[in-house]
């Protein structure tokens, strides 16, 4: 791995998600409005993604000018050629009948999935040029308890699981 990219993270502040587009103008707006223009990461390089996308949104929850952290997704499974239209495949990927990987990575760490976009990523031939959008509300978030091995837990964690 070393001197390899593992991964990259590519975002954008924006007004508003009015102003979301698949390739954000250059300038910084400075909005409360972060989107993730894209997250791409070696599927080698297990978790790289995830970091990422944690990354962001720690520093959007930290951040007091950040109100959401939005992306405009692709579905994996989806195709046009199904006869299922992608507003169908993305409501039955929100009611858990489809398990979409691309939306699962999003939805299983809190984002929601606003809506279908038709014409989004008009260069994305998979997905017939649409995309979806999805939110995170990082202000909301809580951080996620550490993982570590009883035989590990000192101090306060071990009277906490003690306890339990």
């Known amino acids: 791995a070393e001197g390899r990219v593992l991964g990259a993270l590519y975002s954008a502040r924006v007004a508003s998600e009015a102003d979301l587009r698949a390739e954000p103008p250059g300038d910084d707006g400075g909005g409360s409005v972060v989107q993730i223009v894209g997250l791409i990461a070696n ?7 995830s970091l990422l996308r944690n990354f962001l949104l720690q520093l959007a929850k930290v951040d007091a000018g950040v109100q959401s952290v939005v992306g405009i997704t692709r579905c ?3 195709r046009a050629a199904s006869g299922v239209s992608m507003e169908d495949y993305v409501e039955r990927h929100r009611w858990g009948e489809v398990a979409d990987k691309i939306l699962g990575f999003h ?7 606003v809506r279908a976009l038709p014409g989004a990523r008009p260069a994305d031939a998979a997905n017939a040029g649409a995309g979806v959008l999805i939110r995170y509300s ?3 978030r809580r951080a996620a308890p550490l993982a570590v091995p009883a035989e590990r837990r000192t101090g306060a ?3 906490v699981a003690a306890a339990d």
């Open 157 to 159: 964690a071990a009277e």
């Open 76 to 78: 994996e499974g989806w």
């Open 138 to 140: 990082p202000k909301a």
């Open 43 to 49: 599927p080698e390089a297990q978790g790289v993604g």
């Open 107 to 113: 939805t299983s760490y809190g984002a929601s999935v």
